[in-house]
């Protein structure tokens, strides 16, 4: 059976930082690029950050860039989103997500895989 599993969310003050981790297994996951969405109350989910399998390649959306950095660890099955002086309005839950379309993340489309989610909370 295939899962990922989100951690390191919670709450933290305006200008904070938190570390989400992602542990996949249940298969292989060589080729898959993975990455998180996220998604705010009232509001649609959005990719916010992928990575390629080799990580050669990373993708931000704007609202992120120069705040979060991406990475993977292969030999964990793990990809991991660091992210720095987070604000009010990154409060969401934090998906994620693999695919073997890297593109599939930056078009914000339908993964092959999902994690059930962490909430992080930014307080003003």
């Known amino acids: 059976q295939v899962q990922l599993v989100e951690s390191g969310g919670g709450l933290v003050q305006a200008g904070g930082s938190l570390r989400l981790s992602c542990a996949a297994s249940?298969?292989?996951?060589?080729?898959?690029?993975m990455g998180w969405f996220r998604q705010a109350p009232g509001k649609e989910r959005e990719s916010v950050s992928a990575?390629?399998?080799?990580?050669?390649?990373?993708y931000y959306a704007e609202s992120v860039k120069g705040r979060f950095t991406i990475s993977r660890d292969n030999a964990k099955n793990t990809v991991y989103l660091q992210m720095n002086s987070l604000k009010p309005e990154d409060t969401a839950v934090y998906y994620c997500?693999?695919?073997?379309?890297?593109?599939?993340?930056?078009?914000?489309?339908?993964?092959?895989?999902w994690g059930k989610g962490t909430l992080v909370t930014v307080s003003s």
């Open positions: 997500a693999a695919d073997l379309s890297y593109l599939n993340f930056i078009y914000s489309k339908e993964m092959n895989y």
């Open positions: 249940g298969r292989t996951f060589s080729g898959y690029a």
């Open positions: 990575i390629r399998w080799s990580g050669g390649s990373t």
